[in-house]
């Protein structure tokens, strides 16, 4: 005998396994130090996400663009491990805006000439250009740590919350530089050895590297690794 309760419990358990899970999305303030700037604003699943302003300068390991020594752009980070929505929001007009690398397939939906919405799975690194790469938005996405590094780790060399300027940076054989979330290193990093690992979040090593996602990137550039 099927009464209205069984037959409700029923169609509950028929339709749980198509249940789309939420995505767990990790933010964090931007690093002490760095200016968050107004060029862009940028949410996910809702979740409000901090922009900050940076400039890079052409170092001549490039032979692109010679004679623009000095590029403005801003960048925002976050950690998902599901498909998001992330809501991108600026006083230009975003109306022939790409979002590269074009391998991505990232199709942006236009909610009037100021903002778009796409959908995304990290982990993604992602450049938003309204009008070419001067003032684009970069948008690094990667999927929650489990077990990061913690200060005092043997072998770590673990850079805080805030903006570090590293000149010179040294790694040896089997150490790992960690970039803790809400950190901005500036400098750079030279290895001698082996088994040599950088990770972690936010960014900025290297003091003028152009962050441009192009159809040249590989996979793991794509990926923000």
Known sequence: LVTMNNLLS???CAAAPFAIAEARVVTWPAAEGTAVTNDFALSVNGKSVDVIGISARWDGESEERPDD????YSAAFFDADETVEVKVTSKRDLSNVRILPLSLGLQPKHVGAHTITFAAKPPFKISVEPNGRERALIVKALIPEVNPPKEGDRDVVYIGPGRH???NLELKSGQTLYLAPGAWMEGSVHGTGTNITVRGRNG????SREPRCSERDDAARARGR
């Open 10 to 12: 029923l169609l509950i």
């Open 69 to 72: 020594p000095m590029l403005n």
């Open 165 to 167: 300027r590293k000149p």
């Open 204 to 207: 900025g090593v290297g003091r």
